[in-house]
């Protein structure tokens, strides 16, 4: 291959959880030293780690199988070295960090050119580009040193040449001639203005415990920019120096406030006035049902659910169809009235539902017609709900008294009645309605919308309807 880049690494800023970091640097040795870990490198890969919380540098270890964030192995693309490849970590990266990828190639070379024998063009090859890329690794390290202009004249020096007791506890610094010197932290004889709250310590000049007093502060010096969060605290501040004056509008954040519980404001709902208290806000669809507080608030979201639950639910049976019943004289066996079966969901276990019929029918006899209200929980059998009377007779929920045959006539009976189903949420609750009739001469026949006959234009036509309606409790 050719090294066609300049550069022998590669960063990258870490999103959250990454374990892969592909590079495209050309590399020469994927394997892994059999040294435990001890040589820091995965073949030329080394990788280095610079936490975004504190920037602490850290180099990652090697391995096979990594298991966790500071060890990594390295797999060539498409196993070619040539085209980079990718850093794998053993756990995921936190956001932010700093993953530096670089090659680093022993400083050897691993040629050896026989005299008379074959030269191999890709070995030699090889053998260039390691060179090349020793060279890279090398500038990359020049970089980062510290230079001299070229024009510094040639009897400037650049060495320290005391031994580590003499220059103990000195600094790094330049004679007059620009040369490089070991210097005392202080030169010659120093001293401070104590009034300056100042203070000379082991030779080393720092401000004083309560040095800085208000006479040292310029007016306006000090804004919120140069006061660390949490830095001023009561024992800092004189008994009732602060008040309304002294506070700018808008001049307290709500970053400088203390922390509010979470699913909390501040208010007031203690009755009388008084300093601004938290008040709890309660996330609860029912908000909070029996168990509700008359000083809590509610979300946006559970007043919307509340309203949603109890919207009115409301069902509509309304049918013109016209059929025929023959019915059961002075019997308790009923025949059920086609179209009449009308089904709701309630929202609410503990409702109750307001049943209202409006029946319309013709008559081929008089007499006395009797319905019946049966009742189905969630598809189950039907069977007449509560309230019949008892005694002898024919019993039914409500009757019409037809008292004459009409061959035009049609009658119409409306009936309401709140009903307390045993069902649990999520349950259907159906209701129809089946008939008798007692005290009639045959035939004992109910046309359902209509009279006997639709055939004149004086026979009539009608609708009927069943209206359920939840009642919340």
Avoid at 107 to 121: A, C, K, N, V
Avoid at 248 to 258: F, P, R
Avoid at 279 to 294: I, K, Q, Y
Avoid at 392 to 407: E, L, Y
């Amino acid at each position: 291959m050719a090294l066609s880049g300049t550069t022998n690494k590669q960063s990258f800023t870490a999103t959250a959880s990454q374990t892969a970091f592909v590079f495209s640097i050309p590399f020469f040795d994927a394997t892994r030293a059999s040294d435990s870990g001890t040589t820091l490198k995965f073949g030329d890969i080394k990788v280095t780690r610079q936490a975004a919380s504190d920037g602490v540098i850290t180099e990652l270890t090697p391995a096979d199988s990594p298991s966790a964030v500071n060890q990594f192995k390295v797999a060539a693309t498409n196993g070619d070295p040539a085209q980079g490849g990718t850093v794998t970590i053993g756990a995921g990266a936190t956001v932010n960090d700093i993953y530096t990828v670089e090659r680093d190639v022993s400083y050897t070379q691993e040629y050896d050119l026989q005299e008379g024998s074959t030269i191999d063009p890709t070995a030699l090859n090889k053998a260039f580009d390691r060179v090349v890329a020793q060279n890279q690794q090398q500038n990359d390290e020049f970089s980062r040193t510290i230079t001299f202009p070229v024009t510094d004249a040639d009897t400037t020096t650049y060495n320290v040449d005391s031994s580590t007791t003499d220059r103990a506890g000195k600094i790094l610094g330049f004679d007059s001639n620009g040369s490089i010197t070991e210097l005392a932290q202080i030169q010659g004889s120093a001293s401070v203005d104590t009034s300056r709250g100042l203070q000379l310590v082991n030779n080393q000049v720092g401000v004083k415990d309560d040095g800085i007093t208000n006479s040292l502060i310029a007016d306006d010096a000090v804004d919120t920019a140069q006061i660390a969060n949490d830095a001023v605290e009561q024992a800092q501040i004189a008994d009732n120096a602060v008040g309304t004056a002294q506070v700018a509008n808008s001049a307290i954040t709500k970053a400088k406030i203390e922390n509010v519980t979470n699913m909390r404001v501040l208010g007031n709902t203690s009755g009388s006035d008084t300093a601004p208290q938290e008040v709890s806000v309660l996330d609860e669809d029912d908000l909070g049902g029996a168990t509700s507080s008359p000083t809590a608030l509610a979300t946006q979201q559970s007043i919307k659910s509340y309203v949603d639950l109890y919207k009115p639910n409301v069902v509509n049976n309304f049918f013109n169809t016209r059929s025929i019943h023959t019915l059961n004289v002075d019997s308790q066996t009923f025949i059920d009235i086609d179209n009449t079966e009308t089904t709701i969901t309630p929202k609410v276990a503990s409702s109750k539902l307001l049943v209202s019929f409006s029946i319309s029918f013709g008559t081929a006899q008089g007499g006395k017609f009797h319905f019946k209200i049966n009742e189905s929980i969630n598809g189950g059998a039907y069977s007449a709900v509560t309230g019949l009377p008892t005694g002898t007779g024919v019993k039914s929920h409500f009757v019409t008294d037809v008292d004459r045959d009409d061959n035009e006539n049609i009658t119409n009976v409306s009936y309401q009645v709140l009903l307390e189903p045993s069902y649990t949420a999520g349950q259907t609750v159906s209701y129809k309605l089946s008939a008798g009739v007692a005290n009639a001469a045959s035939p004992y026949v109910l046309y359902m919308n209509s009279s006997e006959t639709i055939t004149q234009n004086d026979d009539s036509l009608s609708t009927s309807s069943i209206v359920i309606q939840e009642i919340y409790q």
